[in-house]
């Protein structure tokens, strides 16, 4: 049994999904797949779920459950036996079973454990590497209601941008496809699928419709993107937290050392996970070696785990940007630099998800997600269920975060983004 660590919300890009994707497994989850539901295992909010469900649902009596292998197989035959809709096999009720195991086996954690199908694992699997097949198109929001999709941007270099696409266009069908109904998993796995097939989009684009053919083919994510601004400060920007991460990491913190930054500030705004390792390795070039940066804590022990390699920019300061969609490993990460190199954190709190998961590969292709580990600051501290506040708090609209996040030229993104701006005058860049 194959068995991974991650610190992540639940979350597969839709070619990509949100401002930026997200994608050992062992995974520190942040937020509920959108349009899950209290049937698919992860409530779409984090206290109450999609249909309503709150942790008292999720509740498993407390009286003794003997006798247990025959009274499933007594429940078992029930169902099959009266279940008023026919058609039920014992495949169902395993993977039901199975699929209830792992989500009401412990009430606080029914947002995070789940059973996951094969093509959920696939997704996952292809987030946590930094790339996909599809076509490299960033989803703004999308609506239920009509089932249109808002495009808010495109990958560069993406099938996507080569065809064209870009905000405000909306996304009325997919091959065909309408989704009023549906939820955005439903889109992503309609957009995604097998490199050089093409998928036909239905594109509303002010008051015309238009048919747009595009070609997939496998699409690499920026996994971390770094420039010079302000006096002599690098900016540093970290979508997720991937296998492609540290290496990345590393790469343009050198540049940066050798170009002489002064200062440095780590966007971590939007972020909302990704593989556990890939967080540690990542934090770990920019503190002390032999330093704590996380503690994992796990049946009554606490593991501390210490970063490895020779911080790059050991000696400038730090400035974190944070949202309330950082979380996981990004406040893992945030919170690490905030103990260890006294870096300020600006923007607004954090989502407060401070639990590990750990994936198990199953026999038959499916795989359980469940929490294995919470995790506390250096200092000690968890923030779960409430997230970190900054130091320095700059509320911005959200509209304006995520047009920031998306501007590739680095004067336009300072001059539109006050957060940023606050951290350059914090470090001194300005």
Partial sequence: MMRRTLLLPLLFAACSQGSEPAGSTTIAVAAAPPGATAAGGTPAAASTGAAGWDDRDFA????????PARNFEAAKRALLADYYAGGLTEEDLYRAAVAGMVERVDPQMHKWNRLLSPSDLADLHSDLQGEIVGIGM????????????DVKGTVAGSPAERAGLAPPDKIVTVDGKLFRGMTLRDVVREVRGKAGETVTLSVLRGDKLLSIPVVREKVTFDTVRADVIGHDVGYVRIPAFNAKTPAALHDVLADLAARGAKGLVLDVRSNQGGLFDDAVASVGLLVPAGSTVVNLNRRGKVEPVVAKTTPLLPD?????????DTASSAELVAAALHDLRHATLIGTGTRGK???????????GYAL???SALFTSPAGKSFEGVGMLPDIAVDEAGEAVEHALLEKDPVKRVEGDVQ???ALAVVGGR
Avoid at 316 to 324: C, E, H
Avoid at 354 to 364: G, S
């Fill in 138 to 149: 960033i989803i703004g929001s999308f609506d239920p209601t009509s089932g249109y999709i």
């Fill in 354 to 364: 401070w639990t590990v998961q750990k994936i198990d590969d199953l026999p038959n």
């Fill in 420 to 422: 940023i701006r606050t």
């Fill in 316 to 324: 400038v300061p730090v400035a974190v940007l944070v949202n309330k």
């Fill in 60 to 67: 498993i009596p407390s009286e003794k459950f003997s006798d």
């Fill in 369 to 371: 997600k469940y929490t």
